[in-house]
Every structure is written in C-alpha cells, then in structure tokens.
C-alpha cells in the first residue's frame, strides 16, 4: 500500500501520483496515441502502392524490400538525427522516422498477402468481367485482408514501443515522462509511465486483433471447419478402439457368442 506521502520517500508504487499528476498522464497518453496513430496510418498509405508495384513489377520488387529494411536497420537516434535538418525539432521528425520504420512490415506482409491470392481466383474474376480495380478492391484485397491485417497489428505495436524514443526532441509521449523520471530519479513516474505504455501496446493488438476477427469471419469458419473434419477423421480412423474396425471386431464377438 502506497502512503499519503509516497512521493516525498520516492516510492515505486504511489497512489497520489497518480492523483496529483493525473492531467500530466492523460497529455502524454494522448500525445503517444496520436503520433502513434499518425505514423501508422502514413505507413499503410505509403506502404499499400509499394506493395502493388512490387506485385506488378517483379523488376521492382527487390529495390522496395530492400529499401525498406536498410531503413529499419538505420538506429533511432541516428535517423533522427538524418532527419533533422529537415524538419527540425518537431512532432513531424518523429512521425516520419517512424513511418520509415513501418514501412518494412507492412510492405512485406502487404505483399505476402497479395501474392497468395490464389490465381484461380483472379481468373474467375475477369471472367466475369472485372477489370484490374474493380480486381483489386472487391477480390484481392479481402482475400489478402488477414496478411494486411497482422501487418499493421506488429507495426503498431512497435511503433508504440518505438514512440518512446521521441522523447530525446522532446515529442515521446510516455517516453518523456520516461526520460525525466530518470533524470530526477522519480521511481513512481518511470513505473507508472512504463505501465501505461505497456498498456497500449497491450490495447493497440487486442483492438486490432478484434478487428481483424470482425473483418475476415471465414477465417474462423475455416478454422472450425478444419477442427471438425480432423475430429472425425480420428474418430473413424480404423485404428481406433471407436473407429470401424473396432465396431466389425464387435459385431464378430456377438456372432460368435450366439452361436
């Protein structure tokens, strides 16, 4: 139990933190969920037309992956630094440092997804009259949803995580108040403001897990479909004691004993 005065002895756990510096938590939590939001959202409109040239330019395909990941390979610090000349010491230098970091996730899974569209299904399509958006939007992209979906679920959990780190210019979030716990040795603000971000990262995956699910319900239909035929493919399997041969071996011994 945290007391009265928790935050004169420096304790971990303190309640009137949290009650004192209530607005302090709140701006910061906004700040993280917003440029965490801004990031995202930048990184799938960039990230979607790469994947398509990619897909439809095989020539192009090695120049976009590999692009994307010598980016994510660049530290933070050093790509804010990179960045910095242009855009000075604002929110938009850690928004666009964190967009190039999405953008390897979600042009590889954006990519993975569209190149598993079976062609079955792109072929039934044009025969049926539709042309290359039409394709794309009402055929591709859904089939290619549950790949686009978990993309974004890793690259917004990173970028949570990632976030933090824009507390060195001073635009964090939670990684500001991270930082200046430190600094002063707050212990209360660094457990609570780590807990928090912990807590979005936690949030942000279930949210857009749930989305996931609400979007793309065949999936789960296909699951339970495969558990069901698997569990009667063991019940009728010849060598179990229930399956076939188990009931031939049964009728044999009521046979035997009438006669």
Same mark, same amino acid.
Request: proline share 0%.
């Given at each position: 139990m945290s007391s009265p005065n928790c935050m004169v002895t420096n304790e971990w756990v303190c309640g009137e933190y949290l009650r004192t510096r209530r607005p302090e938590l709140v701006d910061a939590v906004v700040q993280h969920i917003g440029i965490t939001a801004a990031s995202v959202v930048i990184g799938v409109l960039i990230a979607f037309p790469l994947a398509l040239l990619a897909r439809r330019r095989r020539a192009f395909a090695g120049p976009v992956l590999g692009l994307t990941t010598v980016l994510y390979t660049i530290p933070s610090l050093a790509m804010f630094s990179l960045l910095l000349p242009l855009f000075g010491l604002s929110a938009s230098l850690v928004i666009t440092g964190l967009v190039l970091y999405t953008l390897t996730i979600l042009v590889r899974n954006f990519l993975a997804g569209l190149q598993a569209v079976p062609d079955e299904a792109r072929e039934a399509a044009r025969g049926m009259g539709y042309g290359p958006v039409r394709l794309l939007w009402e055929v591709e992209l859904p089939l290619a949803l549950p790949a686009v979906l978990a993309g974004v679920r890793i690259a917004t959990v990173s970028t949570v995580?990632?976030?933090?780190?824009? &507390?060195?210019?001073?635009? /964090?979030?939670?990684?500001?108040?991270?930082?200046?716990?430190?600094?002063?040795?707050?212990? &209360?603000?660094?457990?609570? &403001?780590?807990?928090?971000?912990?807590?979005?990262?936690? /949030? &942000?995956?279930?949210?857009?897990? /749930?989305?996931?699910?609400?979007?793309?319900p065949w999936t789960r239909v296909a699951s339970g479909t495969s558990r069901i035929r698997r569990r009667t493919d063991r019940s009728s399997s010849p060598d179990r004691p229930g399956g076939a041969s188990g009931d031939t071996e049964r009728r044999k011994e009521k046979a035997a004993q009438a006669a």
């Open positions: 995580a990632l976030t933090t780190v824009g &507390a060195i210019v001073d635009y /964090g979030g939670l990684g500001t108040l991270i930082m200046d716990g430190l600094d002063s040795d707050f212990k &209360a603000q660094v457990l609570t &403001a780590s807990v928090l971000c912990v807590l979005l990262a936690v /949030g &942000a995956d279930l949210l857009l897990l /749930g989305l996931q699910r609400w979007l793309t």
